[in-house]
Structures are given as C-alpha cells and as structure tokens.
C-alpha cells in the first residue's frame, strides 16, 4: 500500500514571495509517478506538476518546481513569485503499477496581496 | 487540449429522485474515473472505466450506478440517494488507465440531496 502525507494543512505566503509546500510518500515500488494538484474555489483539480521516479531531474513549470527526494520519499514543490491566484488547495498525490492514485490530504494555500 | 467537462455543475435532488452526471472528453483518452469530494478532504475513487468495460468499483453503493455509453461519454445514474451522498462529484480521464497516466479532472459536479 501507498501513502501520501502532507503535514502543512495550511501555509500563507506574500504575494510575490516564495513558499515551498511538503509532502511525503511511502511505497516499495521502484515505478511511479508523483503529482501536484491544485483546487481553486472553482473546485477544478488542475495539474500543476508531473515527476516521474526514475528521472533524477526536478520538473518545473514556469513559477512551479519540485525537490524530489528519491532516497528521502519526500516531493514538496516551491513556487515562485507568488501571486493571488495561486490561492488554492494544493494536494500531492502518487500512482504505482496497479494501484489508484493515492491523495494526501491536501495543504491550503493564502496568498496575501 | 485538456478539456473535460461536467454537466450540470450544480444538482439539487430529494432522495426518492432519479437524476444523472455527465462527463465527456474529446482527448481520445480511455480511460474514465469517477470521484467524489467531501470539503476540505482529498477526492476518493468510486469507479473506473478502461475501453469502456468497468475495470474498478470501490465497494460503492447500488444507489450509484455507472454507465460509459463510448469512449468519450461517462454517465453515473442517482437513485434513492442517502443527505450524505452530498458531494462534489469529479469526473476524470485518462490516456489508457495505465498508472503512467496523468489524469485530467473536470469541474465537477455539486450534488445536494435534501
């Protein structure tokens, strides 16, 4: 079985500032594949970043990057220049070979103007 | 194109109606998954279809019935649902159901039951 943890519940930030959310997982597998998600009041989960466990370079997209720690099980993602519409539910979620995709339980972003 | 889309986006129903969901993907995914999402909590996993044949039931209750018409269309049919059934309702796809999958989720579907 496959965990997820994230330990921030909730995180604020500066607009234009940077913050970095956490995220742990546990799993026995070598193959899978790691997810940020982000849920706006709109209530769309919208694909924020992709890490695949066997690539040792982080992923980024644009403002957004991930620190993958293989070794450590760990996958928090920083974001850049935080801005307003940043603001949203943030949840770290992982996939291995016949598994579901396995959430945490979400840490909810603030960003103040 | 990433597009998903959920209709309706709100639903209010008492709990001797019947009423559905739908979804629909014009990304050639086959791959289909329903969730549902209580506030503030992750979304859990009800069912999901791969080339159209029901592959996954998460124990979900008969009340709930599923229906995927074609490889683009995903239905899930209420009937006699319980005032805990209220949720947001999300459907998503994705290219084959394979765990190398990204799934794309749509915006859901807010279902109150009185």
């Known amino acids: 079985a496959q965990t997820v943890t994230q330990s921030q519940p909730e995180m604020s930030v500066q607009e234009a500032e940077t913050v970095t959310l956490s995220c742990t997982y546990d799993?026995?597998?070598?193959?899978?594949?790691l997810f940020w998600y982000k849920q706006p009041p709109s209530r769309q989960m919208i694909l924020v970043i992709r890490?695949?466990?066997?690539?040792?370079q982080n992923a980024t997209e644009n403002r957004f990057s991930v620190n993958f720690q293989k070794a450590a099980k760990s996958f928090s993602l920083k974001i850049s220049d935080s801005q307003l519409g940043d603001a949203a539910m943030y949840f770290c979620?992982?996939?291995?070979?016949?598994?579901?995709?396995?959430f945490g339980e979400g840490t909810q972003l603030t960003v103040n103007p | 194109d990433t597009e998903v889309t959920q209709t309706p986006k709100h639903l209010v129903m008492g709990m001797t109606n019947k009423k559905s969901l739908k979804c629909e993907q014009h990304?050639?995914?086959?791959?289909m998954y329903w969730y549902k999402q209580k506030a503030k909590k992750p979304p859990e996993l009800m069912f999901v279809?791969?080339?159209?044949?029901?592959?996954i039931n998460e124990s979900v209750p008969s009340r709930f019935s599923p229906e995927c018409p074609n490889s683009s269309l995903l239905n899930l049919h209420l009937h006699a649902l319980q005032p805990e059934d209220s949720a947001l309702y999300l459907c998503?796809?994705?290219?084959?159901?394979?765990?190398?999958?990204?799934?794309?989720f749509g915006p859901g579907t807010r279902l109150t039951v009185l």
């Open positions: 979620a992982s996939r291995t070979s016949g598994s579901r995709l396995t």
């Open positions: 799993t026995s597998e070598s193959d899978y594949y």
């Open positions: 890490q695949e466990a066997y690539k040792q």
């Open positions: 990304m050639g995914h086959r791959a």
């Open positions: 279809y791969s080339y159209e044949k029901l592959s």
């Open positions: 998503a796809s994705s290219q084959e159901g394979d765990h190398t999958d990204t799934q794309y």
